[in-house]
């Protein structure tokens, strides 16, 4: 007998190889003119592990704290064999990352995937999109270089200035009153340990339910289906669906190492907490557009802070976007067309002001 | 299929497995290769023969031991008799651990598994297999430097 046949009567005299493939075998993705939408998801979740992956790797030789932090960075950009590749595939991986979950955002919600009985699917993706930018803003302070000590410093104090909760806010993630070798600290404990855990649970269940309900067919198509059952088309998710998805990975891992090697990314210069912002210091393109919102929003409206409106504002379209399967309903009247039309015009306002900030001096 | 036509088509999939195969473990081992590489630390700028300050003849007694930092390791000086010094790696030659100077005895001990050295830091009891390295010792003015001793 060979090996691999002798592993599958191990697997299957101990756990049932039948049962334990079935889902895996009984798994359908419907083939119709949007299926390539279906890559998004899974792209994600591959550049996750990548992230996984590299962030271990960097946590062999990373040292948290306001003296060591940046010459440890430095120490692998420069000394490290490949530490350069690793730290560059880290932070290409994490923007596109960004890129991919916002893709898989939009493209769920203009397909309407959302709706019923998927309604916690949704909502732990719109959880695990702020776990994400999460990421995003606690891993950027980690080199402790000018850019992200003033982003970080500038982070902070937004929430902070939100009523009653803000101050206490501010001290939970600062770990003080300023931005020192503290909040270094949390913003490692965050990125490396809390934020982890709570994602990787977040993502069995996410995992979890979307083989649970199975993969949404858009209504549109599905009323073509319905009208000619004959047109009905679907791939088997093991192996031509996740074939086809791991070769999308491959080219995604070659595009990652063409980045890293071409556009290494620069450590820029160490955080001194007694120096000036220098001029023209942006976040990360990932928070361009809600940046240039609060530039552009008027110091009073109506009597009000404006920057406090501004800021209350991104929280309840946070608050909305999350409960977006809850308002698609078709009592008292249909709301699925303005649930479409607003997500078009919120993607539109993010393009845009993320392009006007990206060239606003 | 037929047994007849599977022959000429199984030897061309046979060609296609083999080029993608060979396709797929290449770029695996290019994938795991800076891994690997990057698990291992790099060398730290090594001591060479630069003398260090170990102690001034004013900090040490006769029959007494004290440890300072040699590079990353740590290193026993011992004024065996008044103004004549020893120095040797503190690091025991069987596990690792720091050894220190029993005046009592009069001899380099390991408290980790009770190694004994004699003061110019040979073996004489005990588990370890060899003697400690020795060290150069030179007196300059009130200052002792230390280096390591020649190759050879």
């Known amino acids: 007998m060979s090996l691999r046949a002798r592993l599958k009567q191990w697997v299957d005299e101990r756990f049932g190889w ?6 895996l075998r ?11 939408w279906y890559f998004l998801g899974g792209m994600t979740l591959f550049l996750f592990v990548i992230q996984v992956i590299t962030g271990a790797l960097l946590l062999l030789y990373y040292r948290p704290g306001a003296d060591e932090a940046f010459e440890s960075v430095q120490f692998i950009m420069t000394q490290v064999q490949f530490g350069w590749l690793v730290r560059s595939i880290h932070v290409w991986s994490a923007n596109l990352l960004i890129f991919t ?5 939009f493209s769920v919600l203009f397909l309407k995937s959302y709706r019923k009985p998927r309604e916690l699917t949704w909502m732990s993706g719109m959880v695990l999109l702020f776990l994400i930018l999460g990421f995003g803003f606690t891993g950027y302070l980690l080199p402790w270089n000018t850019l992200s000590y003033f982003a970080t410093k500038v982070g902070t104090a937004i929430p902070g200035q939100i009523p009653l ?3 206490p806010t501010l001290l939970f993630l600062r770990g003080g ?5 503290a909040t270094l600290n949390r913003m490692f404990g965050f990125h490396v340990a809390i934020l982890p855990g709570i994602a990787t649970l977040l993502i069995l ?4 339910l979307v083989q649970w309900f199975g993969i949404s067919v858009p209504p549109k198509v599905e009323n073509e289906w319905k009208q000619s059952p004959d047109s009905r088309r679907e791939m088997r998710f093991f192996p031509n669906f996740a074939l086809r998805e791991l070769m999308a990975w491959y080219v995604a891992l070659a595009a990652l190492g063409a980045l890293a090697a071409l556009f290494p990314w620069n450590l820029g210069v160490k955080a001194d907490p007694f120096a000036s912002a220098p001029a023209g210091i942006q976040p990360e393109w990932y928070f361009l557009f809600m940046f240039q919102s609060l530039k552009l929003i008027p110091a009073k409206i109506a009597g009000l802070d404006g920057e406090l409106l501004g800021i209350l504002g991104f929280g309840a379209l946070a608050a909305v976007a999350v409960l977006v399967p809850f308002l698609d309903r078709k009592k008292p009247f249909d709301t699925s067309r303005w649930i479409t039309g607003a997500g078009v015009l919120v993607l539109a306002y993010i393009v845009v002001m993320t392009i006007y900030g990206h060239f606003a001096r | 299929m037929d047994s007849e036509s599977t022959a000429p088509p199984l030897a061309r999939r046979r060609f296609i497995e083999l080029i993608l195969g060979t396709g797929l473990i290449a770029s695996a081992v290019s994938f795991v290769y800076p891994i690997l590489k990057y ?13 260090v300050l170990a102690s001034r003849i004013s900090e040490i007694k006769p029959n007494q031991g004290m440890i300072f930092r040699f590079g990353t390791k740590p290193g026993l000086l011992i004024e065996a008799a008044p103004g004549e010094y020893t120095a040797m790696l503190a690091v025991c030659t069987h596990l690792g651990c720091t050894v220190q100077y029993r005046s009592d005895l009069r001899e380099v001990w390991c408290p980790c598994h009770n190694g004994k050295y004699d003061i110019q830091g040979r073996n004489i009891s005990g588990p370890p297999p060899r003697p400690l390295e020795a060290l150069d010792v030179q007196v300059r003015g009130d200052e002792i430097f230390v280096r390591r001793k020649a190759e050879g």
């Not at chain 1, 269940?205 to 979890?208: F, R």
């Open chain 1, 18 to 23: 039948e049962a334990l493939t079935a889902p």
């Open chain 1, 26 to 36: 009984k798994k359908t993705v419907p083939l119709h003119r949007y299926s390539y």
């Open chain 1, 101 to 105: 979950a916002f893709s898989h955002l």
């Open chain 1, 165 to 167: 909760i803000g101050r």
């Open chain 1, 177 to 181: 009153e300023d931005v020192t070798g």
């Open chain 1, 205 to 208: 269940l996410h995992l979890g």
């Open chain 2, 39 to 51: 698990m291992i630390p790099p060398q730290l700028p090594d001591f060479g023969n630069e003398a």
